[in-house]
């Protein structure tokens, strides 16, 4: 949503601009529109070539842009007329002067954005009630981590950029109450987030957002974050597994308490949406019900848990394509729900149901209602209605729609 409005945002006021997501409504390939632009990741490659090659049938220009096509620009280029490596803001009015002379290059790179030169967005440009919330913003952008299996990092060349704090506090000025940073990890500048935490303390906002586990072992940054209105964290826990951490060069979370510092995260009132990966290299079958005990024990709220998959532009995609270990690239199973890779300790199909067996208790009826009510000890009644059971039950309606419950019935912990 936020990119496709700083690519609108960033066009010459010349240029008339539509949004069209297809996940809300269809597209219209009969439209006038002289120039087509299409953002995509790599499970939507296949759809986005698809429509591309339509459009391109018709006599249309079409542009690409988004991680995919910035990490796969040979193969990209075959459908496209030009793509726009990395951000947008520099390279789209470059890209829309050549365009109107006749003279468009296959590609565009820039360097990274200055936040300072962000432009204004333009929210009417979306269909306000297709989405949760279009009250979305950012303050930073990237990371200097590296990961093995995060191509965030690698998109903005590891560096963490960050907006003045009075830009961010003018926008937050412009939305609702409740507001989602959309920042790959807002308080990886622990100044500038303390900063910005304690001047929106009188905007009385409720907000959610992304950041590492270590905002838990600080405790000046934690407070400020509950007294400015955070209420909710998506927070990549990955694994249990020092191992796994070491190997995947996640070091941030290396050696953390993670049962404490979860507690310290309830008892400030902010509930938790945890990341974890299944799949690496010190994965076993039993990997699945120690980490759902856990997940049960720390009541975490809300779990996102994935197959392992590496995608391309990240180094974990260069290591298993040089060992050979990566016996699928139909770019549509790289959604997470499929599995992609030869894991060392288990078959794919372990990992597979194993993944869907855990998403099968942790949304079974049971664990929600169980976690639930614990929560109601340590988050508002507003954060449960409006945040925590919307999101269990809309997760375990999609984890039906996938057959990932049916698919955990065929999962048996002694499978190798």
């Known amino acids: 949503m936020l990119p496709s409005l700083y690519v609108a945002a960033s066009m010459p006021s010349y240029v008339e601009t539509q949004i ?100 204004t967005l333009n929210r009417n440009l979306l269909h306000n009630n297709a989405y949760v919330t279009i009250n979305a913003l950012q303050a930073t952008r990237g990371c200097y ?10 998109f903005n060349r590891y560096k963490i950029r960050t907006r003045p704090i009075e830009h961010v506090l003018d926008e937050l000025k412009g939305l609702g109450r409740n507001v989602i940073f959309m920042d790959d990890n807002l308080t990886l500048d622990r100044e500038y987030a303390k900063e910005l935490f304690s001047k929106m303390i009188p905007l009385k906002k409720r907000w959610f957002s992304q950041c590492e586990i270590g905002i838990a072992e600080d405790d000046e940054l934690l407070q400020l974050a509950t007294s400015s209105g955070c209420r909710g964290l998506f927070i990549g826990f990955e694994s249990l597994s020092q191992q796994s951490l070491s190997t995947w060069k996640k070091h941030c979370n290396r050696k953390k308490d993670y049962l404490k510092l979860v507690q310290k995260l309830h008892k400030a009132g902010i509930g938790i949406f945890a990341a974890f990966v299944f799949g690496s290299d010190a994965d076993g079958p039993d990997v699945f019900a120690s980490t759902l005990d856990f997940l049960l024990e720390a009541n975490i ?27 699928d690239k139909d770019w549509s199973h790289y959604d997470f729900f499929h599995v992609v890779h030869q894991p060392l300790n288990m078959n794919p199909e372990t990992l597979h149901s194993g993944t869907a ?15 639930t009510g614990r929560a109601l000890t340590y988050l508002s009644p507003n954060t449960i209605m409006k945040v925590l059971l919307p999101l269990n039950l809309g997760y375990r309606f999609k984890l039906s729609a996938y057959e990932a419950f049916k698919l955990g019935d065929s999962f048996h912990h002694d499978v190798n």
């Not at 981590?145 to 690698?154: D, K, L």
């Not at 779990?303 to 270990?325: A, C, H, I, V, Y």
């Open 20 to 119: 069209i997501d297809e996940d809300v409504e269809p597209i219209d390939f009969g439209t006038s529109a002289n120039l087509i632009g299409i953002s995509f990741m790599t499970y939507n490659a296949p759809r986005a070539y698809e429509i591309a090659d339509q459009f391109r049938e018709m006599g249309k220009t079409v542009i690409f842009g988004g991680y995919h096509p910035t990490f796969m620009q040979q193969e990209a280029i075959q459908h496209a007329d030009s793509i726009c490596i990395g951000e947008a803001e520099n390279n789209v009015p470059k890209m829309i002067e050549d365009f109107m002379a006749g003279r468009l290059k296959p590609f565009y790179k820039s360097e990274l954005v200055d936040l300072k030169e962000l432009p």
């Open 145 to 154: 981590h590296r990961c093995e299996f995060c191509s965030v990092a690698p």
């Open 301 to 327: 709220e809300v779990l996102q848990s994935t197959r392992l998959t590496p995608f391309p532009g990240t180094p974990l995609f260069d290591k298993m394509t040089e060992n050979g270990r990566i016996f």
């Open 357 to 371: 067996w855990l998403q099968q208790q942790f949304y079974s009826y049971k664990n929600i209602t169980r976690r």
